[in-house]
Nanobody, 118 residues
Framework: VQLQASGGGLVQAGGSLRLSCAASGRTFNSYIMGWFRQALGKEQEFVAAITGNGDSTPYADSVKGRFTISRDNAKNTVYLQMNNLKPEDTAVYYC????????????WGQGTQVTVSS
């Protein structure tokens, strides 16, 4: 599956952004979708994921209560609503797809920059 992330930008601390990730293909609802991020000079980290039917949505502790992942299978799109943003959320955000029986994230989008100013 091909992925195209969008929605990044510059926002002040306490603000909100919504990231979108559009996927190609006819079997989008069979994929687990995830968001990851990588800050400058740091390792990539998991942010959130959502199962094909949306019944499970694990989050990293650092974003729980502030970020919400969702998906619209009719639009082949996954979203990441980010509220109460903090400077430490500054990173390039990537969406990824994983087959429901796979243990690895096989497909990645190009990344979108999120910058939170203090």
């Amino acid at each position: 599956v091909q992925l195209q992330a969008s929605g990044g930008g510059l926002v002040q601390a306490g603000g909100s952004l919504r990231l979108s990730c559009a996927a190609s293909g006819r079997t989008f609802n069979s994929y687990i979708m995830g968001w990851f991020r990588q800050a400058l000079g740091k390792e990539q980290e998991f942010v959130a994921a959502i199962t094909g039917n949306g019944d499970s949505t694990p989050y990293a502790d650092s974003v729980k209560g502030r970020f919400t992942i969702s998906r619209d299978n009719a639009k082949n799109t996954v979203y990441l609503q980010m509220n109460n943003l903090k400077p430490e959320d500054t990173a390039v955000y990537y969406c990824a797809a994983r087959g429901s029986r796979r243990s690895t994230w096989d497909d990645w989008g190009q990344g979108t920059q999120v910058t939170v100013s203090s």
